[in-house]
């Protein structure tokens, strides 16, 4: 065939494959979101209907791929976390990695109007990147998910502060940055009680612990906790069924997926719902 | 900071940086656009509105980063060409896919309803995979672009005869696919010719040829004849001053950007256009 | 200086870097040795010689290496497993790999004549490949090893059949071969025994079984047994002492090094060896 | 067969493929040759006859891979160059890097008594680390071969002072470091004439520009000339007769290889040698 001639252009194709049982992570940031912020005026330090629509984009996503037990976002990020025993795509990374870029980026467009209806989207668009990072056990992968809450929290706390000294104490932004170089967690609480009658605890709980979105496996019928008992990692796996498999993948499609923002770094959470961390090997 | 303790977990993060002087190509296709084609009542062999809503998003891609020269589309995918001395993100391949495949996908999205205004989007939402392959030198990236330009033709004409013999020649699916089973191309253009009337060299040249999209660099002043000599790649490169760094940005960012749908596996389209190719180094 | 004009070309180099947290593996391979144990005149199906010269390489590298826990060889190959929080070379894959795979082929042609005094080497060499291969947990490095032993076991049951057919039952290789098609262990078994005489029960155990050599760390002083707890994998690691690492990487280098040929598919070896499959995370 | 339960381990073997059409490059170091320099009583600033066993080293190897065309070496490294359209091993980087880093460390072991008869070698052994670099063009794998010879000159020119002040002036190292700090190369010429009344273009040769070794394919015979073209990289090649093939292997096995101490950075030496950076496109 005529395309012969062309195709050894192929073999310059590489792919990477992700190293089996662990977990695929998936993280992805808005690109430019600090002058898109300004753009379409969103509220500060934290825009709820912004925050609202990147939680919709996420959980229309765990809709679409249900190889991804969990996801924790804040501000114009999101991180996406497969089942340890995931096989989508192979695990090939470039596959996995553009599946979850672009499917969020086109809800993301697509849910848009719902939530800023008197703000239609002009060019540039809001576009993410994102990277691909293994994690090999439950504990690196909590500190991951502890890693991320925290820096919510930093931030949350630090604008919260920052913009208050703006919008209601009278600096400007480099003022607001003076005042806060070098304080710590203990001042900033100080300065929003003491000038600003603010408590910081009474903050809302999405602002200041960013989402928690997961699929919500647990029932009571004892038919389904066996479902879902992790599958053993080894050849057994691959023999299981054909109809094995379509059953697990029923069951997690029709999961319900739910989302809170509570505490994720102490192991109450993860304690409450034995699924999502469960694995084929430790 | 309480932040430290986790932030170990960033060693983790593996990043794979692209080999310079190479041509970085994002090859992006459309996830399950049969099944999209069917929703949407695209028209069949091919469908004008669809193809120019994959055009309308590769030329904005093209005009929010200036480091691609040209990109080549074809049914439900595109390939973007980099320059070959670009920097873009250091190169840093996870950057340059996410960032390629988001902007196209948000794009396709928002220029949707632009030429789809009767027949809004619906989930599940159109999404697009992608991948990056890199060609060391000149001939192989022109080989790569001749191996796609010779996708769309053997595929275009497959679908054009298939379509007829199913649309006018009162054949099912099963049927028409029976009869094309084995046949070379000139019994295609016969089936088409003879039974149909359809000379398939009177189709148009979007559907045959596919879509060359590319930065018309050139002008006729002696200056910026100059300003787009390749740099050459070496110590000196690094050297080059910001401002002719900033100008060479915006001479690129400036350059129109135009449409073809024209032969380019022959050498004419490449001669004609030498900045296409320019490169530091042979 | 002169040399910034081509300094440039480093940036071409890549370095992969290996998943933290994971077991490091990295597996040599003897190359043609088909040929080289015709050439030395090996004897058949074992070289009692020739696999103590590989184990006395192995048991070099060990003390080279201070980072490898234990290794397993049999035939031409040797596995060597890193600890688990192992940071040598930062992990780099490239310096680890030729590390090994040097020192290895180093010894092997160093220590050469004291297991073959009278066959002096003559080029072409014997030589190595290698390979790394991650594990991310207890459980899948313990099946590696494993599928090492069986590959042993099955390879030698079969050699050994094999060549009491060629050296005791009159036969040539491809009688031999035909012979053996598609038989089952337990009728290898019986060749042996009922045509020959052989108790495969009896055969050497190195050749059975395979050579486990491991690093043994174990002491009964309560305080080695504290040295020997698995660092905790998180910020703390960094910021252990100086002292601490000398202490650690000391301790290691001077426990003696122990060449087993026994059972590592059942779990009593490395249930009596707590210390080698020990990591910091689960 | 009993092996099967655990051979899903393989899984977890990950191969990288070198990209098609660039110069693969292996770049060996000796590891620890400041500490074996000092052991072994090698001749400062240059020992004769360590540099030979390095050559010889590497003239071995270019003789067991016959895909390698050139190599320059100086002090304890050795750069080793395949042609472009080399497919050695399906250009699998482990494979490809691990067997030259075994091949040269083999012969370096095995030829060491025939350079240093009279210092027999103890542990620990010397041993070599090595990575893979890939150059995309004739004119940056040039500048790569540059940058290892200017790196020579550099090196040795700095060393021959140093060791002159030391061995002949009767400095002690530290004396000589701080001399010599922040010195032109005039500066450290004028120094050895002046002082020491030498002449440095009179050192050696491979002292001062390193070793260059190549395959010597040139023959004045008309039917060799057209043998070594360059295969066109494309199709075409993939069908390449059995018997061309294997005529090209003989052709290159067979072609003798010479060593010089020459100039490597201008043209001339590749000018006239213009089948060693042949390759199949530009």
Same mark, same amino acid.
């Given at each position: 065939?005529?395309?012969?001639?062309?195709?050894?252009?192929?073999?310059?194709?590489?792919?990477?494959?992700?190293?089996?049982?662990?977990y695929?992570?998936?993280?992805?940031?808005?690109?430019?979101?600090?002058?898109?912020?300004?753009?379409?005026?969103?509220?500060?330090?934290?825009?709820?209907?912004?925050?609202?629509?990147?939680?919709?984009?996420?959980?229309?996503?765990?809709?679409?791929?249900?190889?991804?037990?969990?996801?924790?976002?804040?501000?114009?990020?999101?991180?996406?976390?497969?089942?340890r025993?995931?096989?989508?795509?192979?695990?090939?990374?470039?596959?996995?990695?553009?599946?979850?870029?672009?499917?969020?980026?086109?809800?993301?467009?697509?849910?848009?109007?719902?939530?800023?209806?008197?703000?239609?989207?002009?060019?540039?668009?809001?576009?993410?990147?994102?990277?691909?990072?293994?994690y090999p056990s439950s504990s690196t992968l909590r500190?991951?998910?502890?890693?991320?809450?925290?820096?919510?929290?930093?931030?949350?706390?630090?604008?919260?502060?920052?913009?208050?000294?703006? #919008?209601?104490?009278?600096?400007?932004?480099?003022?607001?940055? %003076? *005042?806060?170089?070098?304080?710590? !967690? /203990?001042?900033?609480? $100080?300065?929003?009680?003491?000038?600003?009658?603010?408590?910081?605890?009474?903050?809302?709980?999405?602002?200041?612990?960013?989402?928690?979105?997961?699929?919500?496996?647990?029932?009571?019928?004892?038919?389904?906790?066996?479902?879902?008992?992790?599958?053993?990692?080894?050849?057994? #796996?691959?023999?299981?069924?054909?109809?094995?498999?379509?059953? %697990? *993948?029923?069951?997690?499609?029709? !999961? /319900?997926?739910?989302? $809170?923002?509570?505490?994720?770094?102490?192991?109450?959470?993860w304690?409450?719902?034995?699924?999502l961390l469960s694995g084929?090997?430790q």
């Amino acid at each position: 065939m005529a395309n012969s001639k062309y195709e050894y252009v192929k073999t310059f194709e590489q792919s990477t494959t992700l190293l089996p049982d662990t977990y695929m992570t998936v993280r992805i940031d808005g690109r430019g979101f600090h002058k898109l912020s300004a753009k379409y005026k969103f509220e500060k330090p934290n825009d709820r209907h912004a925050l609202e629509l990147m939680n919709a984009a996420a959980t229309a996503m765990m809709k679409e791929l249900p190889d991804i037990d969990c996801a924790y976002g804040e501000s114009d990020e999101f991180s996406f976390i497969f089942d340890r025993s995931s096989r989508l795509f192979e695990r090939r990374e470039s596959k996995i990695l553009t599946t979850v870029v672009s499917t969020f980026t086109s809800y993301y467009i697509h849910l848009w109007s719902d939530f800023f209806a008197d703000k239609p989207l002009s060019p540039p668009m809001p576009t993410f990147d994102g990277r691909v990072v293994l994690y090999p056990s439950s504990s690196t992968l909590r500190d991951y998910m502890s890693w991320r809450q925290v820096d919510c929290h930093i931030n949350n706390l630090y604008n919260t502060t920052f913009w208050a000294l703006v #919008q209601n104490g009278g600096m400007d932004a480099t003022q607001a940055e %003076e *005042r806060l170089k070098g304080t710590m !967690a /203990s001042e900033k609480n $100080e300065i929003l009680f003491c000038e600003f009658k603010m408590n910081y605890n009474n903050e809302a709980d999405m602002f200041k612990k960013g989402s928690i979105i997961y699929r919500d496996c647990d029932t009571s019928s004892s038919d389904s906790q066996e479902a879902h008992a992790p599958a053993v990692f080894n050849s057994e #796996q691959s023999e299981m069924s054909k109809t094995a498999k379509k059953k %697990e *993948r029923r069951r997690r499609a029709q !999961a /319900s997926i739910t989302i $809170e923002h509570t505490d994720i770094i102490r192991n109450e959470f993860w304690d409450q719902r034995p699924w999502l961390l469960s694995g084929p090997s430790q």
